[in-house]
Structures are given as structure tokens and as C-alpha cells.
């Protein structure tokens, strides 16, 4: 198995390099590692270099769609595995994915359990709002999305499939088209562990954040055929608050009870700025008739 490990960047140089380090120190070496400064205005190429990355740019910003794009085109392996700038990966990370492309031809892709690498309010919210479908430890399965700040796919299963140049859900469409295009599965491997070193986060940006989720909610359901596509057709369903009740259910199994009923206040403050954003990405699509590519864009958090 070849492994080209591609990593979308802008301002990232203060967490880059742990990132490369984590995917050049794999117990099955990647065949490269390539970081694709997206119009940078930190010094993030030179620390990818000395970090023994082979370093891209796009020019002018392309969001982390884009930038993953660069790398797929640029990419030699025939396994593009997707890592985010803030995120450290086990040594055993590559060797998991092989095995589970191994153990079975249907599988598409492979992502892995996410930890919180940032300890506190912020970074424990961060995890539970915006990832709790992938800290469940018990049991690998299919799963209908894997989140790009960590997972493996096949070459051949992308094809011509790209990225919408964009932070707002790229991954949900991506995985969206490799699926319609070449069918089969993504897998959840738990004992995959990734670290999740977010470092922007505060109360504005934990904020801004949720309504950048809701936006995305609104666009990957009108686009696509996502858990939740009724919230489209009946958006008071919102204040029902269905994803705060799921992430609760999911917090119970996955042994984080107490810290959910700490964090409840907080997860609701979230949910209505989730709401907030969800309403207006449907105001706006409504009001132009399609997603502008203004609406594409992301608060850089």
C-alpha cells in the first residue's frame, strides 16, 4: 500500500509540524507527505519544510476543499490519506487502514475514534457538538460520514471525485460522491485514535463555529441524502433540538455522562447557534436560488 498523506493548512504553523511528524513517524511509512499551504500568511510552508513535508500552495485561498484538491492532484499513492494540520496521528494509524482494506474489498475509505488534545470547556465542546459520532470506543462499523481531519481513501474508489472548495461540509459531499461513484463503505475503526489539537477556540470562535455547523447542516442536506434532510422541508423541527438529544445519547454510551450534564447549559448555548445558522443558509439559498460561493466560505477557526 502506497500512502500519499495530504494536509489542507492556512496559519498553521504553530501545530503543523506535530501533524507531519505524526504521519512520518507511521509503523508503515507513507510514501509522502504533502502540505498544501493555502495562502498562508504565517510562516506555515517553512515550518512544514523543516518538518520534512513536501510543501504546495494554491495561490490564492481555495478553503480546505480546495487545498485537498491541490494534493490529490499532485498525490503519487494509490491511498490519499486525509490529516488535518491540528491533528496527530497514532504510529499505528496507516498500518490499521491497511489492514482494514485487506480484510475487505467494500470498504472505501477508513477513519478513526477523535479525543479532545486540548483539555477544557472549549475543546470538551468542540468534540462533543461537532464529533460525537466518532468517540464511541466499543465497536468498528460502517458509519454514513468519516470527518476529514483524519481518514484514508482508496485511489481507485475516488477517481475523478473532488472536493467542493469550501470548509463548509467538503467532506460530507466528498464522501457523497466517492459513494455514488464507486458504491461500497466508509469504516469506523476505534482503535484508530486520533488527536484533536483544535487551538482557536474561545467563546466567540466556539460560536461562530456552531453557526458554521448549521450552515453546513443546511447545505449537505440540500445537496445531499443526509440523516436529518427533513429539517429542510420543516425547519421549526429545530427547536425540537434533535442533534442535542443524539449527542446526549451519545455521550451516555460512550461513558461521558457527568461531563454532559456539566456541559448541558453550553451544548444548548450551541444548539440555538447551530439554529441560527441553519435559518440563515436557508434565507440566504433562498433568496439567490443556489449556494454563492460566499456562502462557501468559512469563519477561520
Known amino acids: ?15 503543523i509540524t506535530d501533524s507531519i511528524r505524526s ?7 507513507p510514501l509522502e507527505v504533502i502540505v498544501v499551504d493555502d495562502a498562508s500568511t504565517d510562516s506555515t510552508a517553512q515550518a512544514a519544510r523543516r ?10 485561498r481555495r478553503n480546505a476543499g480546495g487545498a485537498r484538491n491541490v494534493g490529490v492532484e499532485a498525490a503519487a499513492g494509490d ?3 486525509f490529516l488535518d494540520a491540528d491533528v496527530v496521528a497514532p504510529s499505528d494509524w496507516l498500518a490499521r487502514v491497511r489492514s482494514a482494506f485487506e480484510a475487505d474489498p467494500d470498504i472505501v475509505a477508513v477513519g478513526g475514534r477523535v479525543r479532545n488534545g486540548r483539555p477544557g470547556l472549549f475543546g470538551d465542546l468542540d468534540l462533543f457538538l461537532n464529533h460525537s459520532e466518532w468517540i464511541d470506543e466499543r465497536r468498528a462499523a460502517t458509519r454514513g460520514l468519516i470527518p476529514t481531519l483524519a481518514v ?12 467542493v472548495e469550501t470548509n463548509l461540509g467538503e467532506d460530507a459531499s466528498f464522501s457523497a460522491a466517492v459513494l455514488e461513484r464507486a458504491g461500497g ?3 469506523y475503526d476505534p482503535g484508530i485514535l ?3 489539537r483544535h487551538e482557536r477556540l474561545d467563546r466567540a470562535t466556539f460560536w461562530r463555529r456552531q453557526i458554521d455547523c448549521g450552515r453546513t447542516i443546511y447545505r449537505t442536506r440540500v445537496l445531499h441524502d443526509r440523516p436529518g434532510r427533513v429539517l429542510v422541508r420543516f425547519p421549526p423541527l429545530l427547536f425540537l433540538f434533535p442533534h442535542l438529544w443524539i449527542v446526549l445519547a451519545r455521550l451516555l454510551r460512550s461513558r461521558y455522562a457527568l461531563r454532559a450534564v456539566a456541559l448541558f447549559p453550553w451544548l444548548v448555548a450551541g444548539e440555538i447557534a447551530r439554529i441560527q445558522g441553519f ?7 433562498k433568496r439567490s436560488g443556489g449556494f454563492e460561493t460566499s456562502q462557501l466560505e468559512e469563519v477561520e477557526a
Request: charged share 25%.
Open 185 to 187: 463503505k466508509l469504516w
Open 152 to 163: 484514508a481513501y482508496r485511489r481507485s474508489a475516488v477517481g475523478p471525485a473532488r472536493f
Open 23 to 29: 504521519a512520518l513517524e507511521q509503523s508503515e511509512p
Open 79 to 81: 491511498v490519499y490519506a
Open 51 to 60: 518538518a520534512g513535508a513536501r510543501v504546495l500552495s494554491t495561490g490564492d
Open 279 to 285: 435559518l440563515g443558509a436557508r434565507r440566504q439559498y
Open 194 to 196: 486520533m488527536t484533536h
Open 1 to 15: 500500500m502506497r500512502v500519499s498523506v495530504i494536509i489542507p493548512c492556512r496559519n498553521g504553523e504553530r501545530v
